[in-house]
T-cell receptor, first 111, second 115 residues
Framework: RKEVEQDPGPFNVPEGATVAFNCTYS??????FFWYRQDCRKEPKLLMS???SGNEDGRFTAQLNRASQYISLLIRDSKLSDSATYLC????????????FGRGTSLIVHP | GAGVSQSPSNKVTEKGKDVELRCDPI?????LYWYRQSLGQGLEFLIY????????KSGLPSDRFSAERTGGSVSTLTIQRTQQEDSAVYLC?????????????FGPGTRLLVL
């Protein structure tokens, strides 16, 4: 089983739609969780950190479910500019803290 | 302020040649990471530095790959005797504090093509 798994998609949605991605992780010692966004041929950029209590930033909501070992990202009122690949990142506590990236979920928002 | 910079932005080389990739992290960032991303693939962790030391080198694909960091700042990734399968985008990232627990800021990457 891969350490961090994501549905590669693509998720093809119309403008204004609500879309949700999940990401599962295998290491129960994981302590830090992030969502990054990567545009085509660009570097990844932090979208948001994921906190235990869940957190919201405008149209974006991230949640963590430790019991089931997954994190989620919800995007409301999708914009054309949301089209990108969304990368899930998980880092374990202790040891060498190497962050593990999922392979990403591709989102295409169409008019 | 200045972000993470990488050079060269693009590199085309012949199989068997050595290449050196450079990363300038954000000033003051303690941790520095190297990743590799092949076309349409996810990020593959290569190595990270905490200061000038590399606690974990297990991600380096082979002994042809090496990396160093000096002065707690600039890092170079060297690939010796390049092979075609080394073709990828090499991304560098830095973070302020302890590796993994902090936001990583990525450079634009070096696109390496081995002919």
């Amino acid at each position: 089983r891969k350490e961090v798994e994501q549905d590669p998609g693509p998720f093809n949605v119309p403008e204004g739609a609500t879309v949700a991605f999940n990401c599962t992780y295998s290491n129960s010692a994981s302590q830090s969780f992030f969502w990054y966004r990567q545009d085509c041929r660009k570097e990844p950029k932090l979208l948001m950190s994921v906190y235990s209590s869940g957190n919201e930033d405008g149209r974006f909501t991230a949640q963590l479910n430790r019991a089931s070992q997954y994190i989620s990202l919800l995007i409301r009122d999708s914009k054309l500019s949301d089209s990108a690949t969304y990368l899930c990142v998980v880092a374990a506590s202790g040891g060498s803290y190497i962050p593990t990236f999922g392979r990403g979920t591709s989102l295409i928002v169409h008019p | 302020g200045a972000g993470v910079s990488q050079s060269p932005s693009n590199k085309v080389t012949e199989k068997g040649k050595d290449v050196e990739l450079r990363c300038d992290p954000i000033s003051g960032h303690t941790a520095l990471y190297w990743y590799r991303q092949s076309l349409g693939q996810g990020l593959e962790f290569l190595i990270y530095f905490q200061g000038n030391s590399a606690p974990d080198k297990s991600g380096l694909p082979s002994d042809r790959f090496s990396a160093e960091r000096t002065g707690g700042s600039v890092s170079t990734l060297t690939i010796q005797r390049t092979q075609q399968e080394d073709s990828a985008v090499y991304l560098c990232a830095s973070s302020e504090l302890v590796a993994g627990a902090e936001t990583q800021y990525f450079g634009p990457g070096t696109r390496l093509l081995v002919l």
